[in-house]
């Protein structure tokens, strides 16, 4: 009985709690907003920080004749690149997608095994060492494409480095005539000439000094350097030396410290060697004179600092920049490094293992953005980048922005269909769309084409739109992709899949469905002729917003005739705009731009004459402004009302009620976030004089039974004011599988076939 008592006077304490939670949903939501993307600057400049990109074991590094820097990130299996221009950090080869390796290839698309080492050719060419596949690839610098340079799957005797056989590569070198030099594990040292001729050049089982390097034995070879004089120094970990190779003789080179396991070396152009002394954790310094500790040996991990107090933790590569700065792949620090002066910085890694690229959003430059769509777990924010023909991502949990369709400094152009997405043209991205398994839809406006990322690899296809605009026939009932799409700019996803597009200078509002596309409004007339009218013989006036809710209903944005429309059962209905007004009886609305529906079926428009961004109320159909309208263009945290919108285009809403605004004419993208003291969202307002309503049993534990005559939709909600559920009728009667939720109290809410609340009632889940 105790357990009894105890879950009832629970149960009131929570019904008198729910009571005034019934009370507060009568108040309108209001918002704070601010900026998450953009400057207030058009532009296409993106502010980087390569500490805050996250590497996982970087295991090789190298730098190429312009400065910029090349970093084999061996966990993660790609090879990364830092711009010197801009401090970008990017992946220039290697893919999480389940690509096979074919010659030719572009080097992103191309699964890596593990990349080992690397070493940049005086040309820009990548050599990459793959030490678990027994290859070494290159990436030439003019294309991008990638390439088996040396090692065989099925080895033959012909002389070429391609045929031949290969069992660990681990280290590269080129001298100052191109030939690479490979160190292959297994106790050789090959050499390839620029004829692609691969030839032996040090290791054999003579474990005596001063003799021919193709007869020396070497125990465990696994670094290369090369001097001013192309003298050749190797790194035997196994028996703790360097060796030098001079006129094919190999020798012992004098080192004044005992190391352990060196891992590479490094010569400048003065002669001074650069050792990785691995398992002593620490980079040695060896000169005519004297043998020092360059870095390591401290006891901590320490930045800026003397570079001999700090500590190392497993360096397994080195190399020299243009200016004789010393970079160290400092592999368990998941960092790179820099020793300037004597001193030592981080210059890439956040010190947590991981994979992480991209831009600062909030510093970052937009031009025009005009669309905006979130990922289904709405941690990902993806931006048509208007004017600069990109579409961007923003991870809103660590601020960083990447580019993932179009060319940035590029302008506007149509090249080709199935490449990356990153290596295609746009021109004018219109509009933006994720679909539920990630593919992103873009409006493609100026080349009259909706364009489709894949998911799974990045690639990207014409969607819908042939690029012609002079057929009279817009190609209904046929493929979508030799269909006329003219400025198609909003595009929407349903929860079946279709998509559909707002093709505004045609006039309609295209659907796709199984690659066929079909006109469900709009008869290709610029004009108006009526409301509550089928949809099929509707005309509407430069339509350029369109949305979906979960039932299918559709929402437009009929910017030219200044209203919004919705299609429902086949019939178009204006629900703003027209005769319809804000509350109190404001202005018309001016023209509405994109449209957006929530999860409690509010519809939310962005007017782009007024700069504000309305809200129509599910049940009440009462208009509201909840941003812009003020003078404050750049208020960070401020009431939205306050805030000065300009020309916003787009609107995407979170779970969590948090509403993105494309704000075009101010080059960002601004977030309002619900005040929490106003965060029940949904009016009360009642019907009088309608049938009661019966929900049995009541407590609940597994299924509800809800029966009211006039009831079309039944909403679950819970007590933070979520809805969880929005389910149709069945002749009055609906019934809700309870499994998934827990114990407690929730509101059971039901309208009619207006829309319009009927009842609310309390149910109690008791298991």
């Known amino acids: 009985m105790k357990t009894i008592n105890s879950f009832a006077r629970s149960l009131r304490a929570t019904m008198l709690i729910s009571l005034v939670a019934c009370s507060a949903a009568f108040a309108q939501t209001t918002y704070k907003i601010s900026t998450i993307v953009g400057t207030g600057t058009g532009g ?15 295991n090789g590094v190298d730098v190429d004749s312009q400065g910029n820097i090349y970093i084999c990130d061996l966990i993660n299996k790609r090879i990364r690149k830092i711009e010197v221009a801009t401090n970008l950090v990017s992946t220039i080869a290697g893919t999480d997608q389940p690509n096979t390796f074919t010659d030719g290839m572009m080097a992103k698309d191309a699964p890596l095994g593990v990349p080992g080492a690397l070493a940049v050719a005086a040309n820009g060419d990548i050599y990459i060492a793959e030490s678990d596949s027994g290859r070494v ?39 100052s005539q191109g030939n690479v030099y490979i160190v292959d594990r297994a106790g050789f040292v090959y050499k390839v000439d620029t ?13 005596a000094n001063n003799i021919p390097a193709d007869q020396a034995l070497l125990s465990f070879p696994v670094g290369i350097g090369v001097d001013a004089s192309d003298r050749i120094y190797i790194a035997d970990r196994d028996r703790n030396r360097i060796f030098r190779v001079e006129n094919d003789t190999l020798s012992t080179f004098a080192v004044g410290l005992p190391m352990s396991k060196p891992r590479q070396v490094e010569v400048d152009a003065s002669g001074v060697v650069y050792i990785a002394d691995m398992g002593n954790q620490r980079i040695l310094k060896v000169t005519p004179d004297s043998t020092t500790i360059f870095a390591g040996s401290g006891s901590t991990f320490q930045d800026n600092v003397p570079a001999d107090e700090t500590k ?28 300037e002066n004597d001193t030592i910085t981080t210059i890439a890694g956040d010190g947590t293992a991981g994979y992480l690229e991209g831009a600062i959003a909030s510093q970052s430059q937009l031009n025009e953005p005009g669309g905006v769509s979130l990922s289904s777990d709405d941690n990902l924010l993806y931006i048509a980048d208007g004017i600069n023909n990109l579409v961007v991502k923003v991870d809103l949990t660590t601020g960083i922005m990447s580019d993932i369709a179009g060319i940035r400094h590029k302008s506007g152009g149509y090249n080709q269909d199935n490449i990356l997405a990153t290596g295609a043209l746009l021109n004018v991205a219109g509009g933006v769309e994720v679909a539920a398994n990630g593919d992103v839809y873009i409006a493609d406006s100026h080349n009259h084409r909706v364009r489709r990322v894949n998911a799974s690899n990045g690639k990207i296809i014409t969607f819908a739109g042939d690029g012609n605009t002079t057929d009279i026939d817009p190609g209904d009932n046929g493929l979508a992709t030799n269909a006329q799409l003219n400025v198609p700019i909003g595009v929407a ?33 610029e004009g108006f002729n009526g409301d509550n009218i089928l949809a099929s ?15 299918g209903v559709i929402y437009i944005g009929d910017r030219n005739n200044l209203i919004v429309r919705k299609i429902e059962n086949d019939t178009i209905k204006i629900i703003a705009g027209g005769t319809i007004q804000e509350g109190g009886g404001a202005p018309n609305i001016g023209r509405p731009r994109q449209v ?86 949904r009016s009360n307002v009642s019907v009088t004089g309608v049938t009661p309503t019966l929900v049995y049993p009541n407590p609940a534990s597994q299924q509800v039974t809800i029966r009211n005559k006039s009831a079309q939709q039944v909403v679950l909600i819970n007590m933070q004011g979520k809805q969880l559920s929005q389910t149709k009728t069945n002749n009055g009667k609906a019934q809700l599988n309870l499994n998934n939720l827990t114990s407690g109290i929730y509101f059971i809410r039901i309208l009619n076939a207006n829309g319009q609340l009927i009842n609310t009632k309390t149910l109690v889940i008791n298991r």
């Open 537 to 551: 013989d509707a005309q509407l006036k430069k339509a350029v917003g369109i949305a979906v809710d979960a039932n």
């Open 195 to 207: 004829n692609d001729n691969i030839s032996k050049f040090a290791g054999g089982t003579n474990p």
């Open 312 to 339: 190392l933790n497993n360096p397994r590569d080195i190399t020299l920049d243009a200016d004789g700065n010393l970079l160290i792949a400092d592999r368990q620090h998941h960092r790179i490094r820099r020793v």
């Open 493 to 525: 996803v349903d929860n079946n899949g279709n998509v559909y597009i707002a093709d505004r200078n045609q006039n309609r509002i295209r659907r796709v469905k199984n690659d066929t596309i079909t006109t469900i409004t709009g008869d290709g007339t």
């Open 137 to 175: 690839l290159r990436i030439d610098a003019s294309s991008n494409k990638i390439y088996r340079f040396a090692g065989s799957d099925n080895p033959t005797n012909t002389g070429k480095a391609v045929d031949a056989e290969l069992v660990k590569p681990i280290a590269l070198e080129l001298d």
């Open 596 to 681: 957006a529906v929530d999860g409690s079926g509010n519809v939310f428009f962005a007017d782009l004459d007024s700069s504000r961004i309305r809200r129509i109320d599910a049940v009440t159909g009462a208009i509201t402004t909840i941003a812009g309208g003020g003078t404050d263009a750049t208020g960070e945290n401020i009431d939205a009302t306050d805030a000065a919108l300009n020309q916003p285009r787009d609107i995407a809403i979170a779970a969590n009620g948090d509403i993105y605004i494309a704000d075009r004419g101010n080059h960002r993208i601004r977030v309002l976030k619900p005040d929490p003291a106003s965060r029940i969202t």
């Open 44 to 58: 296409n400049a993106l502010v980087t920080d390569p500490l805050k990109a996250q590497f996982n074991a970087p």
